[in-house]
């Protein structure tokens, strides 16, 4: 446990976070009683004094000059000299530097599109976040694709709409999403069915004079649906849009437990061409331990079904930083996911969640030690690019390992339209489903309304109007400005 103390509220999350960074797995607490530290926070009116403590003993101490008069000028100031006090004492130097943010792509677009060249934006974010020459690599490289992928789209004229499925065959260690075992909600997934088709036909005119850009099914994991529950869902959504016009409709089918030759057949009779099918690692001891009920095998066989019923662009999820797993595992992995040559990879960094069994249970599972997490992640870019992809989408998660970061990486004209739109908040994504969460992007205002639907499976049936009428407020305000 380490204490915060802060004369002031003012940047509690950015310490915060950049604390956890320095210190994984910690429990930070307010207050002067420290566990193994105690970092003191004294603001003055432009500058502040950082203290890092063991009982009565001063082991850091840093003092910098700060612009509050600018929050975010402020806010930078302050985080860099935390920064320089944390990584004097423990030696580290943080790949991110002092981002902490989810979205660092999205940075480096902004200026981008604001004509700052890259020998420019190198000196910014090295000054500005301390950022290392691996990491501006890759987040310049990722924003230099999304505006190739962007060009040209009309996305502001357009939404995405996401569907929500939120059962799995079993639940894994690691996962915190809004997802539910099917064998305790079996007998309710069509009663959850008719009230996500409620909530659809809403949906449909929510957004008004506009149609879906891209659709995107995930949960959970869709493909738990029985052959027919997923026709059903299917029909609905083809009768209220015409798919022919979605540019881009993608199904995660991720548990291979969950894949059957009917499913897939039914998905892709409805002219359906992206799935998902995630291994997140293939080592079998690794699955056995984070619940995953499935074999090494069955991932292969899956994925072999797919290209044989005859999908064309399939991405696999890979995970960094599994208890257990070293570096000459992520490289087996990485190897045998080449030799089925998938269109598109996405390699996530472990994040634990507050409510994850794995985070319940730490004792039960051995931690990664950051250095690998850090190899790990840097071997899959050279395998990536060795399989002829490039990375187009990045993201950061809270706790997440060695404090890295997600990258999606595609051959090129495989890439996932949705994930840019959603991780660059460049256009409104109208979601439905249980844990469903709707980001209206309102340019003109620079802002972003959220309306989220409750998570509970149980609730959202029996509450499915008041989820409706959520929506429906949203618009009323909209209106009324």
């Not at 009982?55 to 700060?66: N, Y």
């Not at 004492?89 to 792509?105: D, E, M, N, Q, V």
């Not at 009230?195 to 659709?215: C, H, M, R, S, W």
């Amino acid at each position: 446990m380490i204490g915060l103390f802060m004369n002031q509220s003012s940047y509690e999350n950015d310490i915060r976070a950049l604390m956890m960074a320095f210190f994984p797995g910690e429990k930070i607490v307010l207050g002067e009683e420290a566990g193994t530290y105690l970092v003191r926070v004294i603001f003055s009116p432009d500058t502040v004094k950082i203290t890092l403590e063991d009982g009565q003993q001063v082991l850091r101490e840093r003092e910098g000059a700060c612009r509050f008069s600018d929050y975010k000028a402020g806010k930078n100031d302050l985080k860099r000299v935390l920064y320089d006090c944390l990584s004097d004492y423990t030696k580290k130097r943080l790949p991110w530097g002092t981002l902490t943010g989810i979205r660092p792509a999205k940075l480096a677009s902004t200026l981008m599109s604001e004509g700052m060249t890259l020998p420019e934006m190198y000196d910014y974010f090295k000054k500005e976040y301390y950022l290392s020459d691996e990491k501006f690599r890759l987040c310049t490289r990722v924003a230099q694709n999304e505006a190739r992928i962007l060009s040209g789209l009309n996305y502001h004229s357009t939404y995405s709409l996401y569907v929500g499925i939120p059962f799995c065959p079993t639940i894994c260690a690691y996962c915190s999403f809004s997802s539910f075992p099917l064998s305790a909600w079996k007998k309710r997934v069509d009663d959850y069915l008719s009230a996500l088709f409620k909530e659809l036909d809403y949906v449909a005119g929510f957004i008004e004079n506009q149609q879906p850009l891209t659709l995107y099914m995930g949960g959970g994991t869709p493909t738990s649906l029985t052959a027919s529950q997923m026709d059903r869902l299917l029909h609905k959504l083809s009768s209220i849009y015409d798919f022919s016009k979605i540019r881009e409709i993608t199904i995660e089918a991720g548990r291979p437990d969950s894949i059957t030759r009917e499913k897939l057949q039914v998905i892709k009779s409805y002219g359906i061409d992206r799935i998902s099918i995630n291994p997140q690692t293939m080592k079998q001891e690794t699955l056995d331990l984070i619940g995953r009920r499935h074999t090494v095998e069955q991932i292969r066989e899956a994925f072999a079904m797919a290209r044989d019923v005859g999908f064309g662009n399939i991405n696999m999820d890979l995970i960094a930083g599994l208890p257990g797993e070293t570096l000459e595992d992520m490289e087996a992995t990485l190897d045998e996911i080449n030799k089925l040559r998938p269109d598109s990879m996405t390699v996530h960094s472990l994040a634990i969640k507050r409510a994850a069994y794995m985070n319940k249970n730490r004792e039960a599972f051995e931690r990664t030690p950051q250095e690998v997490v850090n190899a790990m992640i840097g071997t899959s870019f050279k395998h990536a690019l060795d399989m002829g992809m490039e990375p187009y989408y990045l993201y950061r998660q809270k706790n997440i390992a060695g404090n890295l970061e997600n990258v999606g990486y595609a051959r090129p004209g495989c890439e996932g339209l949705y994930n840019i739109l959603i991780m660059e908040e460049k256009q409104t994504i109208v979601a439905a489903g249980a844990g469903g969460s709707t980001k209206v992007v309102i340019p003109e205002k620079n802002r972003i309304e959220r309306i989220e639907n409750v998570k509970n499976v149980k609730d959202y049936i029996e509450r499915i109007d008041e989820m409706i009428d959520r929506k429906r407020q949203f618009q009323y305000k909209e209106d009324k400005r």
